[in-house]
């Protein structure tokens, strides 16, 4: 009598979600671009950083720059706050940073701006 063989059950790698790794990528490249100047960068940091590999950011972003030129683009909140009414604006303004913050966790670009606010030595 032979033993039939069956494969070994192996578990599908988990699917990655394409939305939750870009915004992975995006708030390492942000936290890397607050503390380190943009050409001493390199995307196997940001890869490291936001713990996936350098060829899927190519993948999502193409280059360094357009990864950067996205980091840096606040298209999506000024879409948001051009739907304030605008004797609402300043509040709706406000409103929409102290959101976007409390979603994302603290993002190191605002710290930098919002530093002066916090006296010389303001917590960066």
Request: hydrophobic fraction near 45%; glycine fraction near 4%; charge should be neutral.
């Amino acid at each position: 009598m032979s033993a039939v063989s069956t494969p070994p059950t192996t578990s599908a790698p988990a699917r990655r979600d394409a939305e939750a790794t870009k915004t992975a990528i995006l708030k390492a490249a942000r936290h890397l671009l607050a503390r380190h100047a943009h050409a001493d960068i390199t995307l196997k940091a940001v890869a490291e950083r936001a713990g996936v590999s350098a060829p899927l950011i190519l993948k999502y972003f193409g280059n360094k720059d357009t990864l950067f030129a996205r980091v840096m683009s606040f298209e999506t909140d000024a879409d948001a706050l051009l739907d304030a009414p605008l004797d609402e604006l300043g509040r709706h303004m406000v409103r929409h940073v102290l959101v976007s913050q409390s979603q994302q966790g603290a993002d190191p670009l605002l710290r930098i701006v919002f530093a002066p606010l916090h006296g010389a030595q303001g917590d960066i």
